[in-house]
């Protein structure tokens, strides 16, 4: 990366967190069922609500006790059930259409993430009638109070309940954006383990996998607080214990509670202290090919964790302490290798892909540069990479690139190989030099 741009990324991601104390965070108020929403409607006053999910969850029946105490307590429900998977600009645009229709003062999102962001887009937009949903891509750009949120989680692992983001595609460019600003944060997350258990185990999984993605990040990142780093190791900590439970037997509401505790933690771990790159381009695989979100963080985690190198072996370490895999007499580098490990066999174990099936050569360079200008200046990662360096990771997951692949793929089998840290570190720093392949050559992948 250019000197000045990183010297740039560095100053203000400092200047960020050194404002974090004056930024107006909060926590959602949390809910224990759903039958408690119609007494919040009417603290507030209100009388007709939109309710965001998706066509399955309802069908499936999860949605009835919700719309049966809504009835019951003669709150009008306007239904959009046509919420999918990476939700669009398109796809909030309607739901906000049936909200004006429904002339409502408030919004349920029930489900995943997906629901989740629909229904605070749709607020934004109540919010805002003035702007379109890309002028406000990025952050601090709302500036309004929204009608009050409602989330109810149906997933362990979004952490949307307890986020100030809204994540949509735009169906133009297929590009995956943020929508960003405090106001988001939900006035009231419902966390009741029961609307997780229909979950089925692939999902189960990479929901769960996600929230381990935004616990790691948030605690390797260099704006934590003492907060953000108890919240993330506790999430952790959990989400090893209960992830694997829950994916073997839906029905473990003990299992399915620690998960929702965990994806709630890890939540409000990232919302303060940022994400990083495996969340880069995950969003571009899921605006680009669909990949569900928290898949695409699941297969790229152990890459990118190790493309930190030693700028991260401190942090990880403390994770792998916190698991029992290592202590404080452990070389940094054997213990944050550990606690990769740990990651990739725990998704071995819950038949997680090491590979996509969809990327397209022609397609990476693209996808490299999204992922650089969502991660740069914004997000205070370990080490600091830009378009270029971030096209290994395509490379390095994406299936039938031949040679490609097994060079990107070297520093993972040097990572399971050398146990000796100035060995290792040797060998990485060989490895890890920007890519210049094919597709790429020529290519202008810098953001500086």
């Known amino acids: 990366m250019n000197a000045f741009f990183a010297a740039?990324?560095?100053?203000?991601q400092t200047a960020f967190h050194l404002l974090m104390p004056l930024f107006p965070y909060r926590m959602p108020e949390i809910l224990n069922n759903v039958r408690e929403i119609p007494g919040k409607l009417s603290e507030r006053n209100v009388s007709a609500v939109l309710l965001v999910t998706d066509s399955a969850l309802r069908r499936s029946g999860v949605t009835s006790a919700l719309e049966e105490a809504l009835r019951d307590a003669g709150v009008r429900c306007t239904v959009y059930d046509?919420?999918?998977?990476?939700?669009?600009i398109a796809d909030a645009e309607a739901a906000m259409q049936a909200y004006r229709a429904g002339e409502c003062g408030a919004v349920i999102g029930f489900g995943g993430g997906a629901a989740l962001d629909c229904a605070k887009a749709v607020a934004v937009q109540a919010a805002r009638p003035d702007k379109t949903l890309r002028d406000l891509k990025g952050i601090l750009k709302v500036h309004?109070?929204?009608p009050p949120v409602f989330a109810v989680p149906t997933t362990a692992g979004t952490g949307s309940e307890a986020t100030a983001a809204a994540i949509l595609v735009d169906e133009r460019t297929r590009h995956?954006?943020?929508?960003?600003?405090?106001?988001?944060?939900?006035?009231y997350a419902v966390l009741d383990a029961r609307d997780t258990v229909s979950l089925p185990p692939f999902f189960t999984a990479t929901t769960g996998l996600d929230a381990l993605t935004h616990a790691v990040e948030a605690y390797i990142g260099r704006s934590t607080t003492r907060y953000t780093r108890r919240a993330s190791v506790e999430a952790v900590r959990l989400i090893f214990r209960f992830l694997e439970r829950a994916y073997r037997d839906g029905g473990d509401l003990e299992a399915r509670k620690g998960m929702l505790?965990?994806?709630?933690?890890a939540g409000t771990a990232?919302?303060?202290?940022?994400?990083?790159?495996c969340h880069c381009v995950a969003h571009t695989l899921g605006g680009r090919y669909n990949v569900p979100h928290g898949l695409a963080n699941a297969v790229l985690l152990p890459h990118v964790l190790r493309a930190y190198g030693s700028s991260a072996w401190r942090p990880l370490k403390d994770l792998s302490v916190a698991l029992k895999l290592a202590d404080e007499r452990t070389p940094d580098f054997v213990a944050a290798e550990r606690f990769i490990r740990a990651v990739t066999d725990m998704e071995r174990r819950l038949d997680i892909p090491e590979k996509f099936d969809c990327i397209r050569p022609e397609d990476i360079a693209q996808m490299?540069?999204?992922?650089a200008r969502e991660g740069n200046p914004l997000y205070p990662v370990p080490r600091l990479m830009d378009a270029r360096e971030l096209t290994r990771f395509y490379v390095a997951t994406a299936e039938n690139l031949g040679d490609l692949a097994e060079t990107a793929e070297n520093l993972d089998s040097l990572a399971e190989t050398t146990e000796n840290l100035d060995d290792f570190a040797e060998k990485a720093e060989n490895v890890w030099k920007p890519l210049k392949y094919g597709p790429l050559r020529g290519n202008k992948g810098t953001t500086s």
């Open 261 to 265: 505790r965990a994806s709630y933690l």
């Open 368 to 371: 490299a540069r999204y992922a």
């Open 176 to 187: 995956k954006f943020q929508i960003s600003d405090f106001c988001l944060i939900p006035s």
């Open 144 to 146: 309004a109070k929204l």
């Open 8 to 12: 740039y990324c560095r100053a203000f």
């Open 82 to 88: 046509k919420t999918v998977a990476n939700p669009t």
């Open 270 to 277: 990232f919302t303060r202290s940022f994400v990083g790159y």
